[in-house]
């Protein structure tokens, strides 16, 4: 690996591009001939965050992905009876950040019995016996 030489436009656009997307570092530091504490100085100097690091960056990924916001997105999990916990899986954050994300009403909108939690409920009860 290269040391001590300057980053390269090309290079910046590299690390800038795979940070976004969530690339590994190790990747990256390969594709631009760096060592991984060199990438990760380098992105945290122009500003950049790891979206397995940074919420913020996982929804923006995520909106990207599916062309809407999150809270249309939201929405629409809201409306097909999904959970909250699914949607924040599916961004990859954490639900308090979900929640920061979508905002008390929007939040607070989503139905207490989910399509999941009303399956599981059928399924740990015992069958019906016809007399």
Not at 42 to 55: F, N
Not at 72 to 84: I, K, N, W
């Amino acid at each position: 690996m290269a040391s001590n030489r300057e980053w390269t436009t090309r290079e910046i656009a590299i690390v800038r591009h795979g940070y976004s997307q969530g690339v590994p570092v190790k990747i990256l530091a390969s594709r631009v001939n760096r060592t991984e504490p060199a990438v990760r100085i380098k992105a945290r100097q122009i500003g950049l965050l790891h979206p397995t690091h940074s919420s913020r960056q996982a929804i923006a990924n995520f909106e990207a992905r599916h062309g809407r916001s999150i809270r249309d997105m939201a929405r629409e999990y809201r409306d097909m009876r999904l959970s909250r916990t699914a949607l924040a899986h599916d961004i990859g954050i954490e639900r308090k950040a979900l929640r920061e994300a979508l905002g008390h009403d929007l939040w607070h909108s989503w139905p207490h019995m989910t399509i999941g939690r009303i399956d599981a409920i059928r399924e740990r009860r015992p069958p019906k016996i016809a007399n």
